[in-house]
């Protein structure tokens, strides 16, 4: 893709870049007074919603296109730029009009590929800053079509926001983070700002720092965080955003680690120790290995016995053990059940294909 790197984007670019303000757009009063406490602790881009697209009917959907007017008014009086969702060609009309400065596609809207193009069709011939949700759903492909349509319409400060993905499982987050999805996008495509949505990944405001320095941990070039100047009273999103003053001791506490390796003893004992895991990694694949050829031994036995090729009390034995030798290696128990489900998929599929194999010659 045909993009253009943060620090070329005009704006303010010390690592983190921050984006902070409000869930929604409430009242000119909210707005004004969260802005001026944002803006004392250094915060120079604001977002805030306008439209809201909500899961369910008869929710607050934002105040619409009569907060524009009063984010113009707030522009002018701090000085500040200022980023805002849009789902429509309409609403990318009506940001344009009042000056908006950074527009984002929402996780419902990057989802669908008929709404992205008509969004990036009402872009063309535009330049102005776009930042692209991840998908609701964990398809790192969906996430990287939105951008292509975005910067195929000509927009090449282009940029990623990871907000975590839906799982009905996850009784921690709002939604999963799922950092190897965004990690694989960050890898493709090295050259496209990726900016972390810690807000919509905790749904909680005490977990947000965790995430928030994640993110950081990993490379991520800056933060989205909601902030509300009374998160308890806010219209959407109450237990998810700070306080100004909140998110000024966070983002005084955020460590910002060095992303390059100069120092050169620094080099060499981290390239020792990746040469240990990369031994280590070998030994895993072949003990892997291993255990595929005893899998194949058992599929074949299974045949010559007339025995169906899943046997849910061995599966039970494994998916219980594997956990528990998990959690006595002190390794993680929800990682090991997670893996070894994956092995065991595969290893249905061995002896199935090695099944049919027989068969056929059999035949």
Known sequence: MDTIRLNEWGFATDKPF???????????????????????????????????PRTRPNSFEGVGEIALPWIKD??????????????????????????????????????????VQEIANALKGVDIPVLVKNPVNPDLALWIGALERINQAGIKRLGAIHRGFSNFNDQTYRNSPLWQIPLELKTRYPAIPLINDP?????????????????????MDGL???????PDEAWSDVAQQLTPDDLGVLLEQLHVPNSSAENPIFKSKLELIREQIDEVDRALLSTLRQRMKLVEQAGVFKKENDQALFQMERWKKVFESRPEWAVQMQLNPDFIKELFQIIHVESIKVQAELMEGVEKKGS
């Open 199 to 219: 807000s919509h990944i905790c749904g909680k405001r005490d977990l947000i720092p965790m995430i928030a320095q994640m993110a950081l941990d990993l490379d």
């Open 74 to 115: 707030i522009k002018e009086k701090y000085g500040v730029s200022f980023a805002i969702e849009v789902a429509s060609p309409y609403h990318v009309e009506k940001a344009l009009e009042y000056g908006i400065d950074i527009l984002w596609i929402g996780a419902r809207s990057t989802v669908n590929p008929f709404t």
């Open 224 to 230: 989205i965080i909601e902030s509300h100047i009374h």
């Open 18 to 52: 921050v984006i902070a303000g409000p869930c929604s757009v409430e009242t000119p009063q909210q707005l004004d007074a969260t802005v001026g406490k944002l803006v004392e602790k250094g915060i120079q881009i604001i977002r805030g919603g306008v439209w809201k």
